[in-house]
């Protein structure tokens, strides 16, 4: 109901499918209740925000174009398209999600590919038209002469400069997702974030047979999740013999050994025996078109991580409020 209010009416019409289906991710409902705000849905930002919303812009039906097809891209265009407009979703990959095709494969997280799923057959129903492997710069939006544009092209991994990186082997963690990082036996995972990503990697690599210490930059792992799903997964690292090092900041490589900083006193804290470091340091905005469209005289928006890396819920919020101002 959170997720869906049309919930009951889709079932008596037998609309199953239509469903907007709860992912479970216990973000924006109870994680916000025990935060202290208003629950809502990182599917559905509508909910607990009704009676505070902004109208929708009004004008006639007008061509939109997209760039960007992750959660913030998805929901845009569908919220674009519900009202009336000609929308078309160019997506640079060959499929829709952005980051949350990657999400869907830490353990136990493959239902957090829903939020694709619901927003593929949310984008489909719409009319959407989607252009997959299709990368927006200025000439495609010069050639297609939209009349707005909604920029959603995401984040990529932030990289930190670690001193003696070119001594020792440092992969990242979407490579260790995408399966592409050919780590070592020994790995210490480099969580800057304290969210899902470096507790997701560190679990997959330790059911991947690997010996796993999660060095994190904060008082404990998943310092940044709420209560629930932190709890859950703290305990399953710890039953599967997982070595979690709080307050620990890598700088350094040599060799098999990584360098961490304790991040309150500052004092040093070297690790030996580590085969293979994996970076699960952050993302960075992708902010090359926002930069390649300026002056070109159509109203640019940005919603999603090209603004600032978060997480699904702004993204898609921003996506929304995006599809309703154009
Ligand atoms: C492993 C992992 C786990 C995560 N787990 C969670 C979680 O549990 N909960 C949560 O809320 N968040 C999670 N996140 C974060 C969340 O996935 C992101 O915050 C969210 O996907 C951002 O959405 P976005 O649409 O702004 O950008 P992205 O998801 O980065 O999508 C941007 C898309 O734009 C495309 N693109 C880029 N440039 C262009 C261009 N010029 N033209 C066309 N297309 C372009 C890219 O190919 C990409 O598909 C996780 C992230 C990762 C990596
Ligand atoms: S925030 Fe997540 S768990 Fe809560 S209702 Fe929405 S999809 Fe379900």
New binding site residues.
Partial sequence: MISDPEMPNKAREGRFDDIRACIA?N?ACIGHFHAGYGISC?QNPLTGREAKLPPPARGPSRTILV???????MKAAVTAAGRGHRVIL????PRL????L??QL?PE?AE?GGLITNLEREIAQAGVQVRLN????RALVEALAPDAVIV????TPYEPPVEGREDGHVTG??AV?QGSANTGARVLVADWRAD??GM?VAEKLVLDGHSVTLAVDAPHAGFNLQMYLRSHWIARLHRLGVEIVPDARLYGVDGTTAYLMHNVSGEAMPREGVDTVVLATGHAS?TG?EQALAGIGVPVLL????LS?????E?VHEGFLAGRQV
């Fill in positions: 991710c973000q990182i760039a960007g097809g992750g959660p913030a891209g160019c997506e640079a990959g999600g952005g980051q949350a990657l999400a830490l997280r957090f299709t990368r927006v710069d959603a092209t995401g984040a963690a979407w997702l899902w990503v997701g992708e078109l919603a999603g991580d090209c890396p978060r997480s699904a819920e993204a």
